[in-house]
């Protein structure tokens, strides 16, 4: 399968480029079990990796070029002078490899120039970290062919910082280093303060369950304000707290917390939603290891009520796949990743799939929402060379 794919992508490279390619790599999107818009906090999240990936064929040049061209995008190849990329100076897709090109640079490395395909199956705007993807395998790739010797949390670090800067959006670091670090059966219990990272069996299958993902097929842009607000919001709270970062309020002082910030209503919103997540992601973390993997479902509930009530961030989409999953019978479910649309998970017993997925398609008919896409993810491997 993978063999295929390298293929196809390769001999597209061929094609455009006249010349086969130096090699192919492959980087994964993620969905995030639980611990969200904890990462821009110093917080705890827990995502896997899905087996939709980016693939790219690169080939490193000598001359200051840079050429980029999409399987998925409308148009040819782009090409730029990397002296010439600059933060903010390009809008399209090209943004996400460009900038990781400028901060691999920015950083002192010796990127020379590259011609690069991509071809993804990560879907776009799904809440499924398409952006990560792109940036992590075109990191990867120019690793690889340039020696930099970067291990993967680094390339997550140098990618946000391609889209915090040159593509403009304030996210933090969970998607990339999930794309890069992520293993096989696997999902990652990440620290986003100082990146240390555990892996946490997660075979739901070997146990008779599945995790669904649920894309609801509204589009959300995480450059488009409301991310920026709630992160701005955060930050204030921890200004206002004398914290350097809203992971140091101790679960066990959220009340005493809350008093302290007064009327200020939508910070004390935001910062239980933060606290309360840490919480959640470190129990999720004790009941998979505990092996109480059913346990986990109420946790996830408990964590998509914070979203919609407190955080803000959820819709009548999403909304609507957790009550009807739950109802139709799912051990948890609760929306996945940055919000304002994107995908849901939704957590079953495998004999409750296909009464579950019924009522989520039926529900969404009646409600006049577009079909969603509903799919099983399984923990796959992270980033890697592929040829
Ligand atoms: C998006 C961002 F890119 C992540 O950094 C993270 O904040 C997530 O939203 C919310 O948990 O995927």
């Not at 002192?108 to 990560?132: E, F, K, Q, R």
Request: charged content about 25%; proline content about 4%; glycine content about 10%.
């Amino acid at each position: 399968m993978s063999e295929a794919v390298a293929q196809t992508v390769a001999s597209r490279f061929s094609e455009l480029y006249g010349a086969e390619p130096d090699g192919v790599w492959a980087a994964p999107g993620r969905v995030n079990l639980i611990g969200e818009h904890t990462d821009y906090n110093d917080g705890f999240v827990m995502p896997f990796a899905l087996p939709h990936q980016a693939v790219a064929a690169v080939s490193r040049r000598a001359d200051g070029v840079l050429r980029l061209h999409s399987a998925d995008v409308e148009g040819g190849v782009s090409e730029l002078r990397l002296d010439d990329l600059a933060p903010e100076s390009d809008k399209g897709w090209t943004a996400y490899p460009a900038g990781v090109v400028w901060a691999l640079r920015e950083a002192g490395h010796a990127v020379t120039g590259a011609d690069i395909h991509l071809a993804s199956t990560v879907p776009s705007g799904a809440g499924l970290s398409s952006s990560a993807a792109l940036e992590i395998v075109v990191a990867l790739a120019l690793n690889d062919l340039f020696s930099l010797g970067l291990r993967g949390w680094q390339l997550a670090r140098l990618c946000q910082r391609a889209e915090n800067v040159y593509v403009g959006a304030p996210v933090g670091i969970m998607d990339q280093t999930a794309s890069a670090c992520c293993e096989a059966g696997h999902a990652l219990f990440l620290d986003t303060r100082d990146l240390s990272q555990k892996q946490i069996p997660f075979d739901l299958a070997a146990e008779g369950m599945r995790l669904l993902v649920v894309d609801t097929q509204v589009k959300h842009a995480h450059s488009e304000g409301e991310y920026g607000k709630r992160r701005a919001g955060c930050e204030k709270g921890a200004a206002l707290l004398g914290v350097d970062a809203l992971r140091d309020i101790p679960y066990a002082g959220l009340d005493e917390a809350l008093a302290r910030l007064g009327d200020e209503e939508e910070v004390r919103r935001l910062v239980r939603h933060v606290v309360t997540e840490d919480e959640r992601v470190e129990r999720v973390v004790s009941l998979l290891e505990s092996g109480q993997t059913r346990a986990i479902g109420p946790v996830l509930v408990e964590g998509h009520a914070s979203l919609r009530d407190d955080f803000r961030i959820s819709c009548p989409e999403l909304d609507l796949v957790v009550d009807t999953a739950l109802t139709a019978g799912a051990l948890g479910a609760r929306m996945t990743g940055g919000g304002f649309g994107g995908s849901a998970i939704v957590l079953a017993e495998e004999a409750d799939v296909d009464a579950i997925t019924k009522a989520i398609t039926e529900a969404f008919a009646t409600a006049n929402f577009p079909t969603p896409r509903v799919f099983e993810a399984t923990p796959s491997p992270g980033a890697h060379r592929l040829t």
